[in-house]
């Protein structure tokens, strides 16, 4: 006898059964979700009203809160700022009352004498004119050179390019060959005694790369030491071009911060040097400080010529800075331009010296 409920295939329990546990599965899935939910939902709710009623911090009537550091205005306690370093003043010469203003009798159309501990201009002649400074141009190149250059034992290789610079512009030369060796420290006796473009040349290259990217120091430099707004460099040798001026006073400046300098001192106050032996000078060469030879034996007064530099193109005749000690040691800074000779040059010091150092 057959009952009167017929149990369904077996697949189709298996398919209800399934169904069932897919529900079931969707469910406590559901369940732990609002759990999830509810247990962050919580604590922010709380977080939420706490600082809701416990609100801002009352100001004082006109008083602003306080800002932290990062700007989000919390009261934090701040940190109190170091006050701001002063750079230090920048050494300038100026004329004071005392100051001599020489003649149309003075040959050199431009001149300065200032005394290089004060600044104190004693004697001037359109010393904020611009000039061509010509080969003291070669001042400033020693002192960029000599701060950026470290190794000294490296060697500078005369090449073509340079040599041909150098006799294309006329250059006054050490005579360097092309493929010498020069040691670097040697291309600095060559820049100031013999006034070398060849030396000259060689330093930009072992400091910079090039000439250019030197210059580029140059006038940098020129920045940092305050000389005037007109003051440019458009070349390390010192040739002509309307870009290249400076001021007797911006030239005297330029003396005065390579003379701190030990490595320049050294370069500017020798007399005579003796290049090392190569193959193309066996026998090594004689460098000499013209100016410094030929006004050691002059009466400059009571001080003494220790350095200096000449420099001479047509369009500002010739030039020369110098440096002079009295026998306290105080020091004092002379530049002329524009005399119609070395040798005028060189007297026009002597009569600075001699008449206007107290």
């Not at 090449?159 to 020069?182: N, Q």
């Not at 006038?219 to 458009?234: D, I, P, Q, R, W």
């Not at 490595?263 to 100016?291: M, V, Y």
Request: aromatic fraction near 6%; glycine fraction near 8%; charge should be negative.
């Amino acid at each position: 006898m057959k009952s009167g409920y017929e149990l369904p295939p077996t697949e189709e329990r298996l398919a209800r059964r399934r169904a069932r546990q897919e529900r079931e599965r969707q469910r406590r899935k559901a369940r732990r979700r609002r759990q999830l939910a509810l247990l962050i939902a919580v604590p922010l709710l709380t977080l939420a009203v706490f600082l809701l009623l416990r609100g801002p911090k009352p100001q004082p009537r006109g008083e602003e809160p306080a800002a932290s550091s990062d700007g989000s205005g919390s009261a934090a306690a701040s940190i109190p700022e170091e006050p701001p370093v002063e750079p230090e003043p920048v050494f300038a010469l100026a004329p004071t009352e005392g100051t001599v203003t020489l003649g149309e009798d003075f040959p050199s159309e431009f001149a300065v004498l200032a005394d290089a501990e004060t600044g104190e201009i004693l004697a001037e002649k359109g010393s904020d004119v611009l000039l061509s400074p010509a080969s003291m141009t070669k001042i400033l190149t020693l002192l960029v050179a000599a701060e950026h250059i470290t190794d000294w034992e490296q060697v500078f290789v005369m090449d073509r390019e340079t040599a041909d610079f150098c006799f294309r512009h006329d250059c006054s030369v050490v005579g360097y060959e092309v493929g010498e060796e020069v040691p670097a420290r040697e291309l600095l006796y060559g820049c100031i005694l013999s006034s070398g473009a060849d030396a000259s040349l060689g330093l930009a290259v072992l400091s910079a790369g090039s000439q250019e990217a030197f210059v580029a120091r140059m006038n940098e430099k020129a920045v940092e030491l305050g000389l005037s707004e007109g003051a440019h460099f458009t070349n390390c040798v010192g040739l002509y071009a309307p870009e290249h001026h400076c001021t007797a006073r911006d030239m005297a400046l330029i003396l005065r911060a390579a003379m701190e300098n030990e490595l320049c001192r050294e370069i500017l106050t020798t007399k005579r040097f003796h290049t090392a032996a190569t193959d193309f000078h066996p026998e090594g060469q004689d460098l000499s400080n013209w100016f410094l030879r030929r006004i050691e034996d002059k009466d400059c007064g009571g001080v003494e010529v220790l350095a200096a530099k000449t420099g001479y193109v047509a369009e500002s005749g010739s030039c020369a800075a110098s440096f002079a000690q009295d026998a306290e040691g105080r020091g004092y800074l002379c530049v002329t331009g524009n005399a119609h000779s070395a040798w005028r040059a060189i007297y026009d010091h002597v009569e600075v010296y001699s008449h206007y150092v107290p």
